[in-house]
């Protein structure tokens, strides 16, 4: 992690590290993975038209079972700080940033690193991850569940699937339309100017390091 | 040059609100309510506005198509047949236009899978399985029923008495239409009162037999006799489906 030695004038902030990039697009490859093969199991006419059935169904297993991987590996251990650090930030919100979700971005809001949208997007990725697969899980041990509850978790499934996709396809949206946003994941930086407009809260906190000339 | 900073970790809020953990929290239970609760409502919304207003639904009334080899077997009405073979006195071979100007059965009912989707209120139409084998005539030594299909991969069977139920048909309608391949037209089985893997698709052959030949499923583990109420009997030994 490079820092500068006069943070007052430094032109660029680092916004993600290298564990946290890998760790988004490992999730995302997962995610990517996990969408593309459950059309064709939900759709079932459209099935064996890309890949047979049962290659479909053991890339949407195997990638379902690896969902969490990402995310725990780069929370834990020393690697992990950034990543623990953004987690508290995506947890605790402040007065602000409530009125602010609550009106829909119409109050004012000295924005924190990530925006209440944001945060939000996050929270609900990793509630679906846990979701789906403990849902998931027993539509594959079905055995062990009774017919009523695996009508549920069918039901749960599906009914979280759809909110996925939309939550999943507005999320590339806002990264497509925010092409200076979206640089830093891959790069991890973003421009001094972009912090002092889209994450000013921020900026004043991390001023001291993560940030280069 | 590298350096950590001392004072790394943003401080909480003091006025913060843990947003993040009730909002995953409040959605997990979400999913926990769903799967407790979900067939139930499911069921509701089905019988309140219809099933086919249900089928819009995400998750609910739609068919998944299953099959054992990966593709669909493709069969045109015109060349369809069906073998009818074993301890009957007479094998016979039935067209579908043989299947059709037999006395019709059509009833409406659901398809339920074991891995627990479900269609309700899909009506099918066809052959009592019972009015078959009294045309072909069942020798005395047959105990069991032998299922094939046109995808050379999936085979079921049925005792003789399971075979006799009103509701076990040979269907070439369902949902009001000829069956369409991916539900295994243009002829399949049809068991009500069992479990969907016992319903076989593609249906090409019918073998009368002297014991239970446990089917493509059933050496998956699937219990042999796939009740809907998860009854268990002498083929039955599997206790896991409750």
Redesign the interface.
Known sequence: ???TQSPATSLRVLRFDRVQRGAHWANALLFFSLMFTAIP??F??L??IVL????IEMIHLWSGLALPLPIIVSLIGPWG?AMR?D?????????E??RWMRTLGRSRLEVDKFNPGQ??N???V???I??ML??GA??QW???F?????????????????AIFFVVVGHIVMALTHRDTLRSIFNGWVSRSWAERHAARWLG?EQ???TEL | MSVESPRGAPKEPPNGVNVGRRVFLGLAALGALGVAFGNSVQNFLGDAIGSGLGGLLPGGDRFRIYTITGTLPKISRDKYRLQVSGLVDHPTTFTLADLQSMPKTSFTKAFQCVTGWRVPDVHWEGVKLSDLLDRVGVKSGAVAVSFDSYDNADTESLTLEQAHLPDVIVAYSMLGAPVTTEHGGPVRLYVAPMFGYKSLKWLSGIRLVDAIEPGFWEQNGYPVNGWLDGTTGPNNPDPGLT
């Open positions: 992690m490079s820092i199991l939900y079932g006419s099935f064996g047979p059935r049962h290659l700080k650090r987690v508290r930030r995506i947890n605790y919100w402040t007065g940033e409530i945060k939000l996050a929270i609900f990793g509630a679906s846990l979701v403990v849902t027993m539509l079905f055995r062990f009774s017919v009523p509850w695996r009508s549920g978790a069918t039901f749960v499934h599906d009914l979280f699937a759809y906190e001291p390091d993560h």
